[in-house]
């Protein structure tokens, strides 16, 4: 799976969670959290909805490793395999 798809089911799955985001204006290298004020809960949402759509698990002690939109989207691209099976919805 090419690094745009995850971007942009990364995106979807962001914005499902703070629709107000503006995804055009997300700075990729910035802390995520803090560029679209997500508490803890709002936090642990969007992780749980990249689990579904991406049949990814990402444990709270790889958290450091995904608090950007950059380094997520490379740690997600790692760990989905080509030909996974799962959801990923079609956008």
Not at 26 to 43: A, I, K, N, Q, Y
Not at 59 to 81: C, F, M, N, S
Request: glycine fraction near 4%; hydrophobic fraction near 35%.
């Amino acid at each position: 799976m090419n690094s745009q798809v995850i971007r942009n089911e990364v995106l979807r799955a962001l914005k499902g969670i703070a629709p107000e985001v503006e995804v055009e204006q997300l700075h990729t290298d910035r802390l995520l959290r803090e560029e679209v004020d997500l508490d803890s809960m709002d936090w642990l949402r969007f992780i749980e909805a990249l689990n579904r759509s991406l049949c990814v698990a990402i444990p709270e002690t790889d958290y450091r490793e995904v608090d950007t939109l950059d380094k997520l989207i490379a740690y997600l691209g790692q760990r989905r395999q080509p030909g996974s099976d799962g959801p990923l919805s079609q956008t």
